[in-house]
């Protein structure tokens, strides 16, 4: 039935648009509204359907990820003040609102002024919190018209550049009484998360706007009408020069340009609308990709050994595989006993054989890493972080564990046995180095239908622990039910879980600096809080530097364990023409690129 009432929709949608765009996605956002998808909740299910509708000042480029412009039209003139340096960034012409108005330096002084007294005052966090960090960003004037200047206390590129500047820009006119009632007093932060931008939609800078939600069952997207960046081109040459061309003769170059283009991409959009169909499980999506009910499927996760299978039995369907970015990961709540004792943790990764997995269990669809950035994300990953030996065999990786642990204090009822390479006696009550025995340390996973395979990981974790004793139980939940446990909560031992393709190593501050809202963990290390410091205030690279060093520390401590990144396999139907294939984590990576898609339908 509501299959039936889905294919109607998107009938019915059809006769109003000549051209939909239907993508499958396997959860969905927690809210539509700016404040809270790129704050408390943003997770990547809203960044699918969120990225089209607001632009920034400034951008990565398409494949290569050069910093370039957005809403700017050039790279910021900066100067000092006093004590601030101050970025000076003049708009483009002609830029508009979906409501046909145009886009000012006040829109963009409204939206960082609002978001760091929102951040500083009134408890709004997750992204925005890094994108007006108190301790850099110190207020926005408008110049002119078009003329913004943006006062720093101090930068660093990812708290300026990678931060403030890409920065999604709001509308003023839209947004000032809704804020102004929260920085006046009279609302909770609550407020400006409970409005309503989908049935009251606030215009949008982006080529879409968003006209409906059924929850549970699809999103709906309309495409801004003359698109006033419609035919914008980006062109990347042989010798790294980047050109941009723009409507009403809008031209920058990132140097001058030599040999033949490489890589041109044309903004769109292309289509008249999206729709985003949500489906409760994987299996779901497949089935409709094969029967034409939806375009792409678009997940974190990728496609599964399985998945494949069943696709390579339908025609007209086009396979890509591209290296992950992507982390998985086990963490530990270090909080709470023994999951706080270090000995617990490297006993944990001893006994984890992501060796095992990877060539015997999920070959070919999963690379392993040792640092919390995985080897794909090339510039930032520190190749020397190595958290064990990997040539060890299982017992031989078993025993260490089982050694770890006795060095720290801790004894059992029954001992495990080895003999050769083989565990001859499991392990049976183990008792703490407090004395008392060790009651059931819970890890809570993905369902099977959700990932498949970090609920087969959870399983082995189960198993491996349990053969010397540790007493880990997998439950399975629901992906919004572990974030809940997780970061509201604070109620679990371990969890597997991840996060999404980030460019820059945002991760390593949000994550683990101790009095970040998003530290998952609890982990707290002075010598890695100063660190965070630093990787913020430094040019790019002396912020590898640090980075460098603060893969290191975390691989000494252990708040939590990388398992994999996942090898990212999509699937679309032949009808979809991209303007390119291979980007940094594959296409969902760039949300599927619904502004420069073409879809040719009996073409």
Known sequence: MRKSLFILLVFLYSISFATVLVYGILDEPKALNVWVD???????????????????????????????????????????????????????????????????????????????????????????????????????????????RIYFKKTGVLRVEYGTLMAPIIQKKYWERYVNRVLSGKEKIDYLYSIDAVENPDPASGPFTIVKWEKGA?????????????????????????????????????????????LKVVMGPFVDGIIYRVYADKAS???????????????????????????????????????????????????????????????????????????????????????????????????????????????????????????????????????????????????GPDGKPLKEIKLIAPTESYDPVRASIALYIEKWANEIGIPVKAYYMDFKAILGKVWDEKDFDMYILGWGASITPDHLISYFKSDSEFNPTGYSNPRYDDLCERLMSSDILNARAYAYEMQQVLAEDLPLIPLYTPVITEAFRNYLHFPYLKTFSGLQSVYGLPAFVKKEVGK
């Open 218 to 262: 699809f999103i709906e997207l309309k495409a801004v009408e003359n698109y006033f960046d419609k035919g914008y081109t980006e062109l990347h040459y042989e010798n790294g020069a980047i050109v941009l061309k723009g409507p009403g003769g809008y031209f920058w170059r990132s140097k001058k340009e030599s040999g033949d283009v490489k």
């Open 285 to 431: 999506a497949v089935h409709a990709l094969i029967t034409g009910e939806i375009d792409m499927i678009l997940s974190p996760h990728g496609l599964q050994e399985g998945d494949l299978e069943e696709i390579s039995t339908a025609g007209g369907i086009t396979v890509i595989s591209s290296p992950g970015a992507n982390l998985r990961y086990l963490g530990f709540n270090l909080r709470r006993y023994p999951m706080n004792l270090k000995s617990m943790r490297r006993a944990m990764l001893y006994i984890i054989d992501m060796d095992y997995i990877a060539s015997r269990v999920l070959k070919g669809q999963i690379v392993l890493t040792d640092s919390i950035i995985p080897p794909t994300n090339a510039f930032w990953n520190n190749p020397n972080v190595k958290l064990l030996d990997h040539s060890l065999s299982h017992v031989q990786r078993m025993k260490r564990a089982v050694e770890i642990l006795e060095e720290a204090g801790f004894r059992w009822k029954v001992k495990p046995k080895f003999s050769g390479n083989e565990i001859v006696r499991k392990g049976e009550g183990l008792i």
């Open 38 to 148: 790129y704050g408390p909740h943003a997770i990547t299910w809203s960044k699918y359907v969120f990225s089209h509708k607001y632009r920034s000042l400034y951008r990565f480029a398409h494949v290569s990820l050069d910093f370039v412009p957005d809403l700017a039209a050039s790279l910021p003139k900066v100067h000092h003040e006093g004590t601030y340096t101050v970025y000076e960034i003049t708009l483009r012409n002609g830029l508009k609102w979906s409501d046909g108005s145009a886009i000012t330096a006040e829109d963009v002084v409204f939206t960082l002024n609002s978001a760091a007294k929102l951040v500083k005052n009134h408890g709004l966090g997750g992204n925005w919190h890094v994108m007006v960090d108190p301790e850099f960003f110190e207020r926005a004037e408008a110049a002119s018209q078009n003329v913004v």
